[in-house]
């Protein structure tokens, strides 16, 4: 090799091992490797309280006694079993109007207790 390439490849050699050394400074390896939740960091006493909370729901969310109107629901569910469901309102702005989906026909209600069949019989007269 002639003495120019000899320099000038020393000089490329130079400055991609600086430009390495200058870059690998910029490397967040010490920041992958740290106690904190976030960046910030300094929330130790934030992390504590959360870690230490024995219930974190609102004490409203354990009222089990809803209100509800049972005679509405028991006539909605009649409405549901018979297959006369009330089709919702629309409350949009839209002025597209889909054509409603065809209704499956209604299940058979079976009654009767026992049997070798585990307490299904013949369809009822009510339920055709």
Aim: charged share 15%; with cysteine.
């Amino acid at each position: 090799m002639s003495p120019r390439r000899t320099e000038r490849a020393a000089r490329t050699t130079i400055i991609a091992v600086t430009l390495g050394a200058t870059l690998a400074g910029c490397s967040d390896l010490y920041f992958d490797r740290r106690d904190t939740i976030v960046l910030g960091g300094s929330d130790a006493l934030a992390a504590n309280q959360i870690a230490q909370t024995v219930d974190p729901w609102p004490a409203y969310s354990g009222n089990a006694a809803i209100t509800a109107n049972g005679q509405k629901m028991q006539s909605a569910v009649e409405r549901y079993r018979t297959n006369r469901v009330i089709p919702p309102v629309s409350t949009t702005t839209s002025t597209f109007q889909s054509q409603p989906a065809p209704l499956p026909p209604p299940l058979p209600v079976y009654v009767g207790a026992g049997g070798s069949n585990g307490g299904a019989t013949a369809p009822s007269a009510s339920a055709q």
